[in-house]
């Protein structure tokens, strides 16, 4: 692990006693995991499966979901966060801490100042109606520690739990969430790569019988197949979703049934089958890589 935001917030951990919860997104790995195994009563919640599923290896109590806090289903002394790349995600897991924390429970968050941890420590410190107390670090590392008093205004989550219409596809409603890549748009990207996939592969015949969607966000491109591939596609669409939020997503948009049909499933890929095949796919493209 060669985060020093992940670090200093391990180190503010071990100086804690009681219940703690770490939330963890995708900037903690299986490496930093283990440094945290020896501490006795810490539970992990992360949205990344990966992470569960080492956490899970490790025997360290983890809960995989899109980051809610409360179905921990207790209170923790310290509730420590490493901000996310996504401010939607921040402000969601910043408002649910006063929630699951005790009375007099610190809430510990570690960030760099180009991600915006200064603005983050500023609203959390009106949210909370408390002064937080800062360490800074290198690279302009800064950690925050907050004991919740009288609460103020939520942050803007930009409704977080909810499933959002992106746009239309085929007159039918496409949706995502806050907490996913390009939630909020229609990707210009993937419509490019729709485009180029019809001029790669101009005759029905030439259709492949399956596809995989590496990386597959909120499902776009599983309901934009060229028209040649609807005879032919026969067998489940293939999408590796690496996060909780995706794969809620991903299911809402099957279950939908754009344009499946309706006895074809979705299969998901945990995210180190997705590893393993996006380095079979490269080795093919170029196989005399050193």
């Known amino acids: 692990m060669s985060d020093p935001a992940l670090s200093a917030l391990f180190e503010q951990l ?5 219940p703690l919860l770490l939330v963890a997104d995708e900037q903690l790995d299986c490496a930093g995991l283990l440094q945290l195994k020896a501490l006795p009563d810490l539970t992990v919640l992360t949205n990344r499966f990966d992470v569960a599923q080492c956490a899970g290896n490790a025997g360290i109590r983890c809960l995989f979901n899109d980051m809610d806090l409360l ?46 941890a200064k603005t983050y420590i500023s609203k959390t410190e009106h949210y909370l109606g408390c002064k937080a107390r800062v360490t800074k670090g290198e690279r302009q590392l800064q950690l925050a520690a907050f004991v919740p008093q009288q609460l103020g205004e939520p942050l803007d989550d930009r409704g977080y739990c909810d499933l959002h219409e992106t746009g239309r596809i085929n007159d039918k409603p496409v949706y995502s969430k806050p907490g996913q890549y390009g939630w909020n748009k229609m990707d210009a990207g993937s419509a490019t790569l729709i485009a180029c996939l019809r001029e790669q592969i101009p005759e029905p015949a ?6 995989l969607d590496l990386g597959c966000g909120y499902g776009y491109l599983d309901c934009r197949p060229p028209h040649w591939a609807l005879p032919r596609l026969r067998q489940p669409i293939t999408t590796p979703p690496p996060c909780s939020a995706a794969v809620t997503i991903s299911s809402s948009m099957a279950s939908a049934a754009m344009w499946l049909p309706t006895t074809a499933p979705t299969i998901f890929i945990t995210s180190s ?11 093919a493209l170029i196989p005399n890589r050193p």
């Open 14 to 18: 071990r100086d804690h006693t009681g």
């Open 71 to 116: 179905a921990c289903d207790q209170r923790f002394a310290v509730v420590a966060y490493r901000i996310s790349k996504e401010k939607a995600i921040v402000h969601h897991v910043i408002n649910q801490a006063p929630q699951v924390l005790q009375t007099g429970g610190t809430l510990l968050l570690s960030g760099y100042k180009d991600e915006g």
């Open 206 to 211: 030439a259709a492949p019988a399956t596809a």
């Open 273 to 283: 089958i997705w590893c393993y095949a996006i380095r079979r796919f490269i080795a």
